[in-house]
């Protein structure tokens, strides 16, 4: 008799669960959370604009240089954005240009206020042995001498940027990246070192987090 009553009870606390689920459904709810409203749209939509400043050396799809000798990534740390080339016989990472030099100089030129922590393009090539960067800027070609960090608006020498980027290492040892080199496409296969591209130096791209933000890949 025991059992007969408590799987009474139980079938009884299940129909009255159910019944009350299907009103809540009937009214818009889902039963444990209130119906969304515009405001969580809008917190979903900048969530990352809101969290951006806490991640740390945060990178972008990395893409080759002309010439295959090096590539290049962008990171993001605390919100500022920054270039950064590997070298890939030797491995070494190093900043490609003084940022800050060449705001400047493109402020003058364009007379603009672009930041040198967020300059507005994500692609580049180096042209005449490193001593000169071409990018551009929406419809607008641009050449900037390394040196001086003088620009120039320039309507030859650049096409629009491409597909340049790192591929995963294959199971077979080799690799194809697709290289969009200056005005044209091309591809090629390298042997990738065990973490990233270094022709015999492991090259590495890491971030990490602080101040209790979440940790990225």
Same mark, same amino acid.
Not at 6 to 11: G, I, N
Not at 132 to 155: G, H, K, M, P
Not at 200 to 210: A, E, F, Q
């Given at each position: 008799?025991?059992?007969? *009553?408590?799987? $009474?009870?139980?079938?009884?606390?299940?129909?009255? =669960?159910?019944?009350?689920?299907?009103?809540?459904?009937? &009214? *818009?709810?889902?039963?444990?959370?209130?119906?969304?409203?515009?405001?969580? +749209?809008?917190?979903?939509?900048?969530? @990352? %604009?809101?969290?951006?400043?806490?991640?740390? @050396?945060?990178?972008?799809?990395? +893409? =080759?240089?002309?010439?295959?000798?090096?590539?290049?990534?962008?990171?993001?740390?605390?919100?500022?954005?920054?270039?950064?080339?590997?070298?890939?016989?030797?491995?070494?990472?190093?900043?490609? +240009? %003084?940022?800050?030099?060449?705001?400047? *100089?493109? @402020?003058?030129?364009?007379?603009?206020?672009?930041?040198? /922590?967020?300059?507005?393009? /994500?692609?580049?090539?180096?042209?005449?042995? %490193?001593?000169?960067? /071409?990018?551009?800027?929406?419809?607008?070609? =641009?050449?900037?001498?390394?040196?001086?960090? /003088?620009?120039?608006? $320039?309507?030859?020498?650049? %096409?629009?940027?491409?597909?340049?980027?790192?591929?995963?290492?294959?199971? #077979?040892? #080799?690799?194809?990246? #697709?290289?969009?080199?200056?005005?044209?496409?091309?591809?090629?296969?390298?042997?990738?070192?065990? &973490? *990233? =591209?270094?022709?015999?130096?492991?090259?590495?791209?890491?971030?990490?987090?602080?101040?209790?933000?979440?940790?990225?890949?």
């Amino acid at each position: 008799m025991y059992k007969i *009553g408590a799987l $009474t009870r139980a079938l009884l606390t299940r129909r009255a =669960w159910g019944s009350a689920t299907t009103q809540e459904l009937a &009214n *818009g709810s889902n039963g444990a959370h209130p119906p969304l409203a515009p405001a969580d +749209f809008e917190r979903a939509l900048t969530i @990352n %604009d809101r969290y951006s400043g806490l991640t740390v @050396n945060v990178p972008e799809m990395p +893409f =080759w240089l002309t010439g295959g000798a090096a590539f290049v990534y962008r990171r993001t740390s605390h919100g500022k954005r920054q270039f950064m080339l590997v070298e890939v016989a030797t491995g070494v990472k190093r900043p490609p +240009f %003084d940022q800050a030099r060449l705001a400047a *100089g493109l @402020n003058r030129a364009s007379h603009k206020r672009y930041q040198a /922590d967020d300059l507005p393009f /994500d692609h580049f090539e180096l042209s005449d042995h %490193d001593r000169r960067l /071409d990018f551009q800027i929406e419809n607008v070609r =641009w050449s900037c001498d390394l040196a001086s960090y /003088d620009c120039t608006r $320039t309507t030859s020498g650049l %096409d629009a940027p491409g597909l340049r980027q790192l591929s995963h290492p294959s199971a #077979t040892g #080799t690799s194809t990246c #697709t290289c969009s080199t200056v005005g044209r496409v091309r591809s090629r296969t390298r042997s990738p070192a065990v &973490n *990233g =591209w270094s022709g015999g130096s492991t090259v590495s791209i890491r971030s990490t987090v602080r101040s209790g933000s979440r940790r990225a890949g």
